[in-house]
């Protein structure tokens, strides 16, 4: 496990790509918007 | 030019820098408004209310509850990759100045009080497991697992707990928007008491929300031991002295912790060794086994 260490961090890069790339083909990112644009009343104790 | 650069590379500077960067449209704090453009689509990596009016970027913790728990049910691939990206670069390292919630702590524990706090070895020990039970509950389990009737759910960690949250947004767009104003109940006491506790703790103990609520935090924390940002200690010139830990903002053992997951990068513990025996960079592993073997040899 230790001799595998040092590859980890360029396989974590690796799947941060392929999830990144995913998210994006599957418009994730439409969600974060919606959400992130309009006020989050539950964020803010209102909701 | 040398003294400007080392201005400019302080870690309140830079902290206060990028807290202004992710929070730069200000004319919305006086307006009881947020900003509504295409970049809120994109996660900062600290912990920073979407709805600041300043922010600019989204929360990765709140879209993380949004992907989780809302309609178009399914794994958060897009949030998820950010976070591993975000860690697999720096590690806690955006929480030691990355953070704007970080740095309103930083900033709070420089008041001059009386005493200030420590926890405890055993008991901070076993209260900095908190913060992975908060991420696991309110992050990741009641989003995906409490729908309503329409199938959406709520981001219960922002809804019950987050100060950042209440600080960031709840406070000014109650103060500047009449008509949340009028919509302040029970639950809005909740979070202002909550989070005036918090940043009262944040007085007299270092870093508290981050030692044990932070579920930002507790995500980054996986990556510590295998992010290309890395910390190391040279065992050749630790004297053991000490003077490491008594700096560390996060309490932590140095000369046994360095690079551990409550370590947050800030470099306190390196700038303050009289040996230079703890070294940081996105090559530090590399050169500190280089290190070892020449001493070794």
């Known amino acids: ?47 | 030019m040398k003294k400007i650069w080392s201005f400019l590379t302080k870690r309140p500077v830079i902290q206060g820098f990028w807290a202004l960067f992710t929070n730069s449209r200000l004319g919305n704090f006086f307006n009881g408004a947020i900003y509504t453009g295409d970049l809120k689509a994109v996660c900062v990596p600290g912990l920073n209310c979407y709805s600041c009016p300043g922010a600019t970027g989204a929360c990765p913790i709140g879209a993380l509850q949004a992907q989780l728990g809302g309609w178009k049910r399914g794994f958060a691939f897009y949030t998820a990759g950010l976070l591993i990206l975000f860690g697999a670069l720096f590690g806690r390292l955006i929480c030691g100045f990355l953070c704007p919630f970080g740095f309103i702590q930083d900033l709070l524990y420089r008041i001059k009080t009386k005493k200030k706090l420590r926890v405890p070895n055993k008991l901070d020990t076993r209260l900095r497991y908190i913060k992975y039970a908060v991420l696991a509950v309110f992050v990741i389990i009641l989003p995906i697992f409490l729908v309503s009737e329409y199938g959406v759910s709520t981001p219960w960690f922002c809804k019950l707990i987050c100060p950042a949250g209440t600080l960031e947004g709840g406070v000014p767009l109650v103060l500047g928007n009449p008509d949340l104003r009028a919509s302040v109940g029970l639950l809005y006491a909740w979070k202002i008491t909550l989070m005036l506790a918090i940043l009262t703790l944040c007085v007299f103990l270092s870093r508290a929300f981050c030692k044990y609520l932070c579920p930002l935090g507790a995500i980054y924390s996986f990556f510590n031991r295998s992010s290309f940002y890395r910390m190391k200690l040279d065992e050749g010139r630790c004297t053991r002295c000490g003077a490491c830990s008594r700096v560390c903002p996060m309490d932590i053992d140095v000369p046994h912790d360095l690079d551990g997951p409550e370590c947050i990068r800030c470099q306190e513990c390196k700038h303050i060794c009289p040996h230079g025996a703890i070294r940081s960079d996105f090559a530090a592993g590399i050169k500190h086994k280089e290190a070892s073997g020449h001493a070794a040899d």
């Open chain 1, 1 to 47: 496990m230790n001799k595998l260490r040092p590859y980890l961090k360029y396989a974590l890069l690796l799947l941060a790509a392929a999830f990144l790339a995913v998210g994006i083909l599957r418009q994730e990112y439409l969600a974060v918007l919606r959400k992130a644009v309009m006020i989050c009343l539950e964020c803010i104790g209102i909701g």
